[in-house]
């Protein structure tokens, strides 16, 4: 039996419905702004609108210390046309979430994750078929072992729906683990946990065990085996193939934050 995934609590910088009402052509965003360019000042790399400065929902100045990130923040506004296509401004998205949700409330979001240990995807293993459950133990066993090898984090392992529980030790370790990253790092396992239901996948991109691609495959090895045996899926393929992107984005905004 495959295990239920849990659904993610992936904090973005607007809900479901503020990016719905977004795309109602009554009341979308449209774009009035001529020039957008990059602004160096003492705080960082900022992005200006027509040159007035571009804040966050949140009413933060949009700033990061990444000139290159601001470049392509830069881009993802640039590109707009008549009107906002929020889908198409991923790492706008990310920034937003820093600035606003993330920096303000880092031991609130530690507290978050480390909700996730305990029903961490990788955890969950499949009872069968033998095919399913070898590969799910080549893909995720090392990712775990390399949790327990670098950080003492040591995750259990059980097959089916059953709850697991992890040793009191590994709990404590990983909220030392998860309360050492800076907000960009915190920013990044937030967004790959709420995707794919692993923390242990959040910090192993954090740290480049894995590259997004690699976290995109191992959230998805169900149901991947699930359409090598019975056939392409398309709500299946449609959901992999938004998760991809969605990682590469978180992916991307990590390293031109570095």
């Not at 809900?15 to 109602?24: G, P, R, S």
């Not at 009341?27 to 790399?45: D, I, L, M, P, Q």
């Not at 923040?73 to 998205?93: G, N």
């Not at 991109?205 to 991947?224: F, I, R």
Request: proline share 5%.
């Amino acid at each position: 039996m495959t295990p239920i995934k849990q659904p993610g609590r992936v904090i973005l910088p607007e809900t479901e419905a503020d990016v719905v009402k977004l795309q109602n052509p009554e009341t979308r965003r449209k774009r009035v702004y001529t020039s957008v360019a990059v602004v160096n000042e003492a705080g960082g790399f900022g992005i200006s609108l027509d040159g007035r400065p571009l804040h966050t929902p949140g009413r933060t100045k949009l700033e990061t210390s990444s000139e290159s990130l601001a470049k392509v923040i830069a881009k993802e506004w640039d590109d707009q046309v008549e009107y906002f296509d929020p889908t198409s401004m991923p790492l706008t998205k990310l920034l937003n979430t820093a600035l606003d949700r993330i920096s303000p409330n880092m031991e609130a979001v530690v507290e978050d994750l480390l909700s996730y240990l305990d029903t961490d995807l990788l955890c969950y293993r499949a009872d069968g078929p033998a095919e399913l459950v070898e590969r799910q133990n080549s893909v995720w066993q090392p990712i775990l072992d390399w949790l327990a090898d670098t950080h003492s984090v040591i995750l259990s392992v059980g097959a089916g729906l059953m709850p697991l529980s992890h040793l009191e030790k590994s709990h404590i370790q990983a909220e030392k683990v998860v309360s050492a990253l800076n907000t960009i790092e915190l920013t990044t396992v937030q967004a790959v946990a709420g995707l794919t239901s692993s923390l242990s996948l959040g910090l192993a991109l954090v740290n480049g065990k894995v590259s997004g691609a690699e976290v995109a495959a191992a959230a998805t090895l169900d149901e991947v085996w699930q359409m090598e045996k019975w056939g392409e899926d398309q709500e299946a393929l449609d959901r992999i193939t938004n998760l991809a992107g969605e990682v590469r984005s978180v992916e991307k905004f990590l390293k031109l934050s570095a």
